[in-house]
């Protein structure tokens, strides 16, 4: 996961937040048409925001979960190994 695709996508986000809202209030409409296109668009992009928040939580999710299955799987290799030498000593074998 790259930090700088998040920092596009909230750059486009903002961009297009910010584009939206002057097209809305540069539009010859009535103070409550304006004030309501403003209340939409900024429910879409309310939406947009959770939804790619919602997708980058979902992507650190599993990032976490795969290098966290990489470390249990360590973690089992390395007790395996101290058991299999424990077990050596005790045998009086020749532990290298």
């Known amino acids: 996961m790259k930090d700088s695709t998040g920092k596009v996508i ?3 986000l903002i961009g297009a937040a910010v584009g939206a809202v002057a097209g809305i209030l540069l539009a010859p409409d009535k103070g409550s048409v304006t004030r309501k296109k403003i209340a ?3 429910s879409e992009t ?3 925001v959770k939804d790619t928040i ?3 939580f979902d ?3 599993e990032y976490v ?3 966290f299955d990489k470390v249990k799987n360590k973690m089992d290799e390395f007790e395996e ?3 299999d030498t424990e077990t050596a000593t005790t045998e009086g074998e020749q532990v290298s």
Do not use: I, M
């Open 81 to 83: 190994t101290v058991r």
């Open 54 to 56: 919602s997708e980058k």
């Open 65 to 67: 979960a795969s290098k």
């Open 59 to 61: 992507d650190l999710k």
């Open 46 to 48: 309310g939406e947009a």
């Open 10 to 12: 909230a750059g486009f």
């Open 40 to 42: 939409d668009k900024a």
